[in-house]
């Protein structure tokens, strides 16, 4: 017998439909719709039906069904909810997990849907009770447990309740205190905050006092003192708790029994394996703290309905806690009930229907056959692409590394890596209020171990040291390998490409000890290239074997050998994939005559290069996916890794006390608080690792998915975007509860008013140029050419009245630069051959030499003068420029005048104020400049700019005022 939707109940009929929550009480046996105004009011006489739908990112729709029973509920009204609950689920497909909740000892999951709390209230429908509405209110003491959902109990308002564990509230009339044990954690205390801005709004409309009272500090606390007077004055505490929990059940090992026509039959085995369950029964696994109920796809609705009651029936006969009860059918087993068996084979993954259809439609196009329609083209899939969530516009710099050295590469080879090899990369990009940097190391296939631990420790100590830096925040740290690099290591690249072998002493070493063939890329040999990519700002070529059934009807290649450059279009690729093979080929092989070949009438001298014709593929290469995010907060002691998932996530989840991890399936963020223990700072890399190896979602996450060290404070946007983000909290001081406590009494506002960080506009750069205009190739068909950054109209305009336009590219450092004497933001590195003011450069010089100390800078603008800078008059970059080059020429002729060229000259190591062989003590300190040659001058004169242009932008606006005052 089959269960439909129009067999439900009237009131279930037609429910999850939609993502979101609905809630029936059970009133005689029948439910009945609760109202979303009433969501998370329960009574604890009443048994409820909780259902929660969600869209995957794939939009199918899953569903959790929940029963909760309040502790008044009478028996039967638990039977029945319980059949209501199998009968919605085989409505709904007979996918849904089922859960059985009880008061008091509900799932975290379920309390998560109603953060930060649920109290139920006296009374109720079905147990016969009247809703208890008081007239006036009532004084009431609850008690608060759990770091990451809060379980909240009223317990007796009596004195010898109060214990020096728990985190305790006392609901007053016009006082709401909340009372810390002095053994409790921050985060408990944290979260218990929650609850009393709940109790707040929820019972006295938001007007109301709040008092912390915490367990220990009497001394001169007027809130402690009244809060003692409630209760009779003050008296020291018991040392053990006087409330007693519910006593664990004690697990005698796990037991495994089918159910048969109601009853259940044990099952003997040694150990569970997947292979004990039949399709065709129902099951119940006990493992002491909770039931599971396992449900075959064969079974029918009575026999599931029989294993529902069967557990009740347990629940009931059984000397144990209030368990939970989980339900699962065969296929869609949770994660824990998986865990439970020492073998569970891998889910196999179903085809995408979408391979087939394309495999007919290329055949039919190489036939001639239109086939638009029958499959989707890559443009329409590129519309599927992350978004990076990254500024594209930063500055970058990328060393190969070689044994224990890092080797800087020159602008036009800092997207050219090789598989052998490992690189850092390190790229600065515009942030709220400074730069913000992203530290990475990419790690080839074909790389030796030696130089994978030689790139993450050189990339650690990176990061490490810019801690230190006045004007920098703490770095983000990646981890990437080659071929599961995430959309942001290509927007940041640009046009990446992957060449075979390798460059390292270290890789050449390894081929000739194990006698591997060198594959290294040879430009003047054969090499095969496949293109890919969604755009301008995310396109790759990588070098595969130059084979025939190498290539793909949904790519493009680039051939080159022989003399010869060929570019092959697959016939199911879009105008858009052809533009990107273009714009690789003026990178590998620019200025090169090519011959163009077309899916179905290849050349002889093509198949020739490949090794003849055969048979290859056209269907897309399937990429890993982003999966709907998990949160899991983590302990790490002695190499021992135990994670815990938080549900329906927020911000206010990530304590600053504790390491989360972020899993995305295609990237995983390893997320590390302020107030973390600085010992185990260092091992977050090897935390995200252990989470990597242990895969507790048992999603087979591969050991080279991509991993991001986040600090507090330095989220970058495509860690924020999982959730609805505040920056101002997470620039806030303190431990999680003082942040919280601070809020709360702040009227609900962060105490810090941080600006909201600056969303990247990709509009410029996500699409491909009008093709109504030629393009030409000569523009990148230097291989020496640094590409192009963009920079936005306002830096430009600066820029202008200091550069010599004509002199460099406007975006990039020119060619000419060595990256070995990079400054870490290079903003103007290019020789600058306009005349420059010599005053205007002692007056940089002077303001660059009082700059605060890493000690005094973030003290250094305070937010009362950021206020007014805000609100004080603008003036275009243009006008200040010019009016300070009009001011410093009229001073540059009358000092010129007044001194002309009879002060004595000096080496600038002289005139520093640190050196050891000072100038004499006649001259004038306040003005070294003036004492050194004009060749010295200039090339300090440039290094001024240079370091002018690495401030941040309130602080250069702060240095052009200062020299109108002079």
Same mark, same amino acid.
């Not at 710099?397 to 080879?413: G, T």
């Not at 830096?469 to 992957?498: C, D, H, N, W």
């Not at 003047?524 to 293109?531: I, P, Q, S």
């Not at 107030?675 to 935390?687: E, G, Y």
């Given at each position: 017998m089959t269960f439909s939707m129009r067999d439900l109940d009237e009131a279930l009929q037609g429910c999850g439909q939609k993502s979101g929550i609905e809630i029936w009480r059970i009133e005689n046996f029948k439910p009945v719709t609760v109202p979303k105004e009433s969501h998370g009011k329960f009574f604890t006489g009443d048994?409820?039906?909780?259902?929660? %739908? #969600? #869209?995957?990112?794939? $939009?199918?729709? @899953? @569903?959790?069904? @929940?029963?909760?029973?309040g502790k008044d509920s009478s028996q039967d009204e638990a039977g029945a909810v319980a059949i209501m609950t199998v009968e919605l689920d085989s409505a709904l497909g007979g996918r849904a997990v089922q859960y059985r909740e009880v008061q008091g000892h509900e799932t975290e999951k379920f309390l998560s849907y109603f953060k930060p709390c649920i109290i139920p209230q006296e009374g109720g429908v079905a147990s016969g009770f009247n809703h208890v509405k008081p007239e006036k209110h009532q004084t009431r003491l609850y008690i608060c447990k759990g770091k990451h959902v809060v379980r909240v109990k009223e317990v007796p308002f009596a004195r010898s309740t109060l214990n020096h564990d728990d985190v305790f509230i006392l609901d007053t009339e016009s006082k709401i205190f909340q009372f810390s044990g002095s053994n409790s954690s921050i985060q408990e205390r944290a979260k218990a905050l929650e609850v009393v801005q709940y109790i707040k709004d929820t019972y006295h409309d938001g007007k109301c006092d709040i008092a912390a009272v915490e367990d220990g500090r009497l001394m001169a606390d007027t809130e402690a003192g009244e809060f003692w007077g409630l209760f009779g004055g003050f008296a020291p505490l018991p040392k053990k708790s006087a409330l007693r929990d519910h006593q664990t059940a004690e697990s005698d090992g796990l037991k495994l029994s089918s159910v048969e026509k109601g009853q259940t039959k044990p099952i003997e085995a040694e150990s569970l394996q997947k292979e004990l369950l039949d399709t065709n029964k129902c099951y119940i696994l006990d493992c002491g703290l909770e039931l599971f109920v396992w449900k075959g796809r064969q079974t029918s609705i009575d026999q599931r309905k029989s294993a529902s009651k069967a557990a009740e029936e347990l629940f009931r006969s059984s000397v144990r806690p209030k368990s939970n009860l989980v339900s699962v059918m065969e296929g869609f087993e949770t994660v824990m009930f998986r865990s439970k068996f020492d073998s569970w084979p891998a889910t196999s993954a179903v085809a995408e229907p979408q391979h087939g259809r394309g495999k007919v439609a290329a055949l039919l196009q190489r036939r001639g056959v239109n086939v638009q329609g029958l499959v989707k083209t890559s443009s329409s899939s590129s519309k599927d692409e992350p978004k990076p969530y990254i500024d594209g516009t930063g500055n970058l710099q990328v060393w190969r590394i070689n044994r224990e050295e890092k080797i800087p590469l020159e602008a036009a080879e800092q997207s050219k890596f090789y598989s052998g090899d490992c690189y850092i990369f390190q790229y600065s990009y515009p942030g709220e209020d400074r730069e913000e940097s992203l530290v990475g190391t990419w790690l080839g296939k074909q790389s030796v171990e030696e130089e994978r631990a030689s790139a993450i420790s050189m990339a650690s100590k990176m990061v490490e040291s810019m801690k230190f830096m006045p004007a920098q925040s703490s770095s983000l740290q990646?981890?990437?390998? =080659? $071929?599961? =690099?995430?959309?942001?290591?290509f927007v940041i690249m640009q046009s990446f490409i992957t060449f075979k072998g390798g460059l390292s002493d270290a890789f050449k070493k390894y081929i000739v000890e194990n006698e591997v063939p060198d594959s290294t890329y040879d430009?003047? $040999? &054969?090499?095969? *290239?496949?293109v890919q990519g969604s755009g301008p700002e995310n396109m790759q070529a990588i070098q595969i074997e130059a084979v025939s059934t190498g290539l793909n009807s949904y790519y493009c290649y680039i051939l080159h050998g022989d003399s010869t450059v060929f570019t092959w279009r697959g016939n199911l690729t879009s105008s858009d994939d052809q533009e990107l093979m273009e714009r690789m080929l003026d990178l590998i092989k620019p200025n090169e005559n090519t011959k163009a070949q077309k899916e179905g009438s290849e050349s002889e001298q093509f198949w020739k290069l490949l090794g003849g014709k055969s048979e290859y593929p056209s269907q897309k290469i399937k990429k890993d996916g982003e999966s709907d995010p998990h949160l899991f907060s983590c302990t790490f002691s002695n190499e021992n890794l135990k994670v815990t998932e938080i549900f329906n996530f927020t911000q206010d989840d990530l304590m600053t006390e504790d390491i989360?991890?972020?899993?995305?399936?295609?990237?995983? *963020?390893?997320?590390?608080?302020?107030?973390?223990?600085?010992?185990k700072k260092p091992k977050s890399l090897a935390i995200g690792e252990k989470f990597l190896k242990h895969d507790f979602l048992l999603e087979n996450l591969a050991s080279e998915t991509p991993i991001y060290i986040v600090t507090e404070g330095n989220e970058p946007p495509f860690f924020t975007r999982f959730f609805t983000w505040d920056s101002s909290k997470s620039a806030m001081h303190g431990n999680s509860f003082q942040k919280k406590l601070a809020i709360l009494t702040n009227k609900g506002k962060p105490l810090v008013d941080k600006p909201k960080r600056r969303v990247p506009v990709y509009s410029s750069r996500s699409s491909f140029p009008d093709k109504s205009q030629p393009r030409s190739r000569s523009m990148t068909?230097?291989?020496?050419?640094?590409? &192009?950054?963009?920079?936005?109209?306002? *830096?430009?305009?600066?820029?202008?009245?200091? =550069?010599?336009?004509? %002199?460099?590219?406007?975006?990039?450092?020119?060619?000419? &630069?060595s990256p070995l004497v990079r400054k870490l933001y290079p903003k103007s590195l290019a020789p600058d051959l306009t005349p420059r003011s010599a005053a205007f450069a002692a007056r940089t010089a002077l303001f660059e030499k009082s700059r605060p100390t890493p000690q005094e800078t973030p003290s250094s603008l305070g937010p009362a003068e950021a206020t007014n800078e805000a609100e004080a008059p603008k003036t275009t970059e243009d006008e200040s420029m010019s009016s300070i080059r009009e001011d410093s020429k009229e001073e540059e002729e009358e000092e010129a005048e007044e001194e002309g060229s009879s002060l004595p000259t000096f080496p600038y190591e002289r005139l520093k104020t640190d050196s050891e062989d000072p100038p004499p003590s006649d001259i004038d300190l306040r003005r070294r400049e003036a004492y050194m040659s004009s060749a010295e001058f200039k090339e300090k004169l440039e290094m001024t700019k240079s370091e002018f242009y690495k401030l941040p932008k309130w602080k250069q606006n702060k240095l052009k005022m200062a020299v109108h005052l002079f």
């Amino acid at each position: 017998m089959t269960f439909s939707m129009r067999d439900l109940d009237e009131a279930l009929q037609g429910c999850g439909q939609k993502s979101g929550i609905e809630i029936w009480r059970i009133e005689n046996f029948k439910p009945v719709t609760v109202p979303k105004e009433s969501h998370g009011k329960f009574f604890t006489g009443d048994s409820y039906i909780v259902l929660k %739908t #969600a #869209a995957s990112r794939s $939009g199918s729709l @899953h @569903h959790d069904i @929940h029963y909760w029973l309040g502790k008044d509920s009478s028996q039967d009204e638990a039977g029945a909810v319980a059949i209501m609950t199998v009968e919605l689920d085989s409505a709904l497909g007979g996918r849904a997990v089922q859960y059985r909740e009880v008061q008091g000892h509900e799932t975290e999951k379920f309390l998560s849907y109603f953060k930060p709390c649920i109290i139920p209230q006296e009374g109720g429908v079905a147990s016969g009770f009247n809703h208890v509405k008081p007239e006036k209110h009532q004084t009431r003491l609850y008690i608060c447990k759990g770091k990451h959902v809060v379980r909240v109990k009223e317990v007796p308002f009596a004195r010898s309740t109060l214990n020096h564990d728990d985190v305790f509230i006392l609901d007053t009339e016009s006082k709401i205190f909340q009372f810390s044990g002095s053994n409790s954690s921050i985060q408990e205390r944290a979260k218990a905050l929650e609850v009393v801005q709940y109790i707040k709004d929820t019972y006295h409309d938001g007007k109301c006092d709040i008092a912390a009272v915490e367990d220990g500090r009497l001394m001169a606390d007027t809130e402690a003192g009244e809060f003692w007077g409630l209760f009779g004055g003050f008296a020291p505490l018991p040392k053990k708790s006087a409330l007693r929990d519910h006593q664990t059940a004690e697990s005698d090992g796990l037991k495994l029994s089918s159910v048969e026509k109601g009853q259940t039959k044990p099952i003997e085995a040694e150990s569970l394996q997947k292979e004990l369950l039949d399709t065709n029964k129902c099951y119940i696994l006990d493992c002491g703290l909770e039931l599971f109920v396992w449900k075959g796809r064969q079974t029918s609705i009575d026999q599931r309905k029989s294993a529902s009651k069967a557990a009740e029936e347990l629940f009931r006969s059984s000397v144990r806690p209030k368990s939970n009860l989980v339900s699962v059918m065969e296929g869609f087993e949770t994660v824990m009930f998986r865990s439970k068996f020492d073998s569970w084979p891998a889910t196999s993954a179903v085809a995408e229907p979408q391979h087939g259809r394309g495999k007919v439609a290329a055949l039919l196009q190489r036939r001639g056959v239109n086939v638009q329609g029958l499959v989707k083209t890559s443009s329409s899939s590129s519309k599927d692409e992350p978004k990076p969530y990254i500024d594209g516009t930063g500055n970058l710099q990328v060393w190969r590394i070689n044994r224990e050295e890092k080797i800087p590469l020159e602008a036009a080879e800092q997207s050219k890596f090789y598989s052998g090899d490992c690189y850092i990369f390190q790229y600065s990009y515009p942030g709220e209020d400074r730069e913000e940097s992203l530290v990475g190391t990419w790690l080839g296939k074909q790389s030796v171990e030696e130089e994978r631990a030689s790139a993450i420790s050189m990339a650690s100590k990176m990061v490490e040291s810019m801690k230190f830096m006045p004007a920098q925040s703490s770095s983000l740290q990646a981890r990437i390998y =080659e $071929g599961k =690099e995430p959309i942001q290591f290509f927007v940041i690249m640009q046009s990446f490409i992957t060449f075979k072998g390798g460059l390292s002493d270290a890789f050449k070493k390894y081929i000739v000890e194990n006698e591997v063939p060198d594959s290294t890329y040879d430009a003047e $040999g &054969v090499a095969l *290239f496949r293109v890919q990519g969604s755009g301008p700002e995310n396109m790759q070529a990588i070098q595969i074997e130059a084979v025939s059934t190498g290539l793909n009807s949904y790519y493009c290649y680039i051939l080159h050998g022989d003399s010869t450059v060929f570019t092959w279009r697959g016939n199911l690729t879009s105008s858009d994939d052809q533009e990107l093979m273009e714009r690789m080929l003026d990178l590998i092989k620019p200025n090169e005559n090519t011959k163009a070949q077309k899916e179905g009438s290849e050349s002889e001298q093509f198949w020739k290069l490949l090794g003849g014709k055969s048979e290859y593929p056209s269907q897309k290469i399937k990429k890993d996916g982003e999966s709907d995010p998990h949160l899991f907060s983590c302990t790490f002691s002695n190499e021992n890794l135990k994670v815990t998932e938080i549900f329906n996530f927020t911000q206010d989840d990530l304590m600053t006390e504790d390491i989360f991890i972020l899993d995305c399936h295609t990237e995983i *963020f390893v997320w590390v608080g302020q107030q973390v223990d600085p010992k185990k700072k260092p091992k977050s890399l090897a935390i995200g690792e252990k989470f990597l190896k242990h895969d507790f979602l048992l999603e087979n996450l591969a050991s080279e998915t991509p991993i991001y060290i986040v600090t507090e404070g330095n989220e970058p946007p495509f860690f924020t975007r999982f959730f609805t983000w505040d920056s101002s909290k997470s620039a806030m001081h303190g431990n999680s509860f003082q942040k919280k406590l601070a809020i709360l009494t702040n009227k609900g506002k962060p105490l810090v008013d941080k600006p909201k960080r600056r969303v990247p506009v990709y509009s410029s750069r996500s699409s491909f140029p009008d093709k109504s205009q030629p393009r030409s190739r000569s523009m990148t068909s230097t291989p020496d050419r640094a590409r &192009v950054r963009g920079r936005s109209p306002a *830096f430009n305009a600066l820029a202008a009245n200091f =550069e010599n336009i004509g %002199t460099r590219n406007q975006s990039t450092p020119p060619p000419m &630069v060595s990256p070995l004497v990079r400054k870490l933001y290079p903003k103007s590195l290019a020789p600058d051959l306009t005349p420059r003011s010599a005053a205007f450069a002692a007056r940089t010089a002077l303001f660059e030499k009082s700059r605060p100390t890493p000690q005094e800078t973030p003290s250094s603008l305070g937010p009362a003068e950021a206020t007014n800078e805000a609100e004080a008059p603008k003036t275009t970059e243009d006008e200040s420029m010019s009016s300070i080059r009009e001011d410093s020429k009229e001073e540059e002729e009358e000092e010129a005048e007044e001194e002309g060229s009879s002060l004595p000259t000096f080496p600038y190591e002289r005139l520093k104020t640190d050196s050891e062989d000072p100038p004499p003590s006649d001259i004038d300190l306040r003005r070294r400049e003036a004492y050194m040659s004009s060749a010295e001058f200039k090339e300090k004169l440039e290094m001024t700019k240079s370091e002018f242009y690495k401030l941040p932008k309130w602080k250069q606006n702060k240095l052009k005022m200062a020299v109108h005052l002079f």
